[in-house]
Every structure is written in C-alpha cells, then in structure tokens.
C-alpha cells in the first residue's frame, strides 16, 4: 500500500469560496516534508493542469500522482455530455501521469449540507433524479472502462451518497465491474456508516481507500448544534489520524482480509482562514497523522 495526502488537508476545497489562499507549491512541499508518497489533484486548476509542468512538480518532490476527486452531477440526463466532458478532461490528465483510478462523487447539495450528518429517508434525492444518476454513473464506468481506467465512487457527506442507506442502495444498482467505492472512513462516520461494516458489506467493491479520523465530541455538537457540513468542519468534526473514534484496527483487518494493495490518501478536511486562528498547522496535523500510521502499519 501506499500513503499519499491531499490538498484539502491544507483547506483546499472544491467549494467555491471556501479555499485557503495556499499556493499549491507549498502544499506539494509540506506533503511531501510530512513523508508521503503522493498526492491528489485538488481542485481543477489548483495543480498545473500541464501534463509536462505537473510530473515536473511532482518528480522534484519524489511524489506521484495518486488520483483526482471530480464531483460531477448525473442527477438530469440532458447533462450527460457536460458531465462526461468534465470527467474525460480529468481523467486526460491522469492518464497522462500513470494514474489508474479517478474518484467520481455527487457534488454537495445545499439541502444535504444543511442537514449533514442527520439526514434520513425524507432527505434522499428524488427517483427519477436517483435512477439518472445511477445510469449516467454506469455509462461513465463504461467509457472510462475502454480507456482503462478505473471510477471510483466516493460516498460524501452533505451530498446524496452519505448514508448507509444510500451507499448500499448505489452500490447494488450499479455495474461491479466498472464503479468501485472510495471508502471514505470520516464521511462515513459523519454519515452514520460504521467503516468496518461497509468493508464487510462491500469489500469487494473497495479500491480505492480515504482515511479521516472524526473528533466524537465535535461530531456531537454538530449533530445537536444542526450545524451545516461548513459550520461542522470548522468546528473540528476532521482531525488527525488516531486522535478521534474511527476503529482503524478494525479497517486495516478489513484491508488486509481483502488482500487491499492500492492507495491509502490521508486526508484531515479544515477550513483555514481568518476565524481558524494562527495555531492552526496543517503540516504539524499531516505528520502526526503519518507517525500514528507508521506505528499502526509499520511503514
């Protein structure tokens, strides 16, 4: 297995708005100081997007290119050529960098963040919009599928892929062959899933692998709190690896039951402006979190 990080670990968010003013050059570096072996693309544009200038970047540090998180919305069929070009534009560059897998995820929802991490059946997304999704994804896997590369679905909180409800319910409609699960083991603990049962359920689907860590108390004042998934990750739901209430011993028995040799991309999800504070260190987080992993594994 290898250990790579991701920029949203130093506040880099696909949300507009939301992003720390961080040039990219300093996060490539920071992770790769913290000792790790990769990273994720970030948001489109946030890395060079220059196949050249990219693996330029990234061999100077001795990082690789782990994969690319691409929120896309399959929810109207009459977007499926949109989406489709916004995933193969991701995934040119991928490809152009070695990369085998791309990590596809319903993008946030503003009703789903407003109630993140509580949602229940009322909250699901219509049928009609469920079953396009469900369609656009198998289409999507299929054309990926013929350029080999492999989708990857990240369930996420504050989109409609949270719960385990709706992670069973994807999972089962759509192709084994061609859709895999990111296993996210934070969001899935923010959406009510217990990390070790979804790989006991779905294991067979896991190629692709989020580690997060989830602060038990933050998780419960932003429960009672009603907090918005924003206001939850700036009070602290996401914090370092071993520090919080995922069962990690239990997800590596999953992984190494299911023979799991692929990425495992450390990521701590903070917003980082003003009202964060100055104490705030995102290197200081992605190197304890990388010690608490090579106790655990060894490596």
Known sequence: ?????????????????????????????????????G??????????????????????????LASAFCPVDLSDPREYQAAEAQVLQVADLL?????????????????????????????????????????????????LEDRGLAVVFHHHTATYVETRREIDRLLEATDPETIGLCL????????????????????????????????????ERARAGGL????????????????????????????REIGYQGWLIVEQDVVIDESTGAALSPLAAARRSREFLRNLLNQ
């Open 39 to 64: 990273t994720e693309l970030g948001p489109w544009g946030y890395y060079p997007t220059d196949p050249n200038r990219l693996r330029a970047e990234l061999l100077s540090r001795g990082l690789a």
């Open 95 to 143: 490809q152009a960098l070695g990369t085998h897998e791309i990590i596809l995820a319903d993008p946030l929802r503003p009703a789903r963040a407003a109630c993140a991490g509580r949602a229940g059946p009322a909250d699901e997304m219509a049928p009609a919009a469920w079953q396009a999704t469900v369609d656009g994804l198998n289409r999507i896997g299929n054309v």
């Open 184 to 219: 996210d083991t934070g969001h899935a603990v923010y959406g009510g899933a217990n990390p070790v049962e979804l790989l006991q359920r779905w294991g067979d689907r896991v190629r692709y692998v989020h580690l997060k860590d989830v602060d038990p108390r933050a998780l």
């Open 1 to 37: 297995m290898r250990i790579g990080n991701a920029p949203v670990s130093w506040g880099i968010f696909e949300i507009a708005g939301l992003s720390a003013s961080i040039p990219y050059s300093r996060v490539l570096d920071e992770i790769a100081a913290a000792g790790y072996e």
């Open 228 to 255: 918005d998934y924003e206001a939850g990750v700036r009070g602290g739901v996401f914090c370092p690896l071993g520090e919080g209430c995922v069962d990690f011993a239990g997800v590596f028995a999953g992984l």
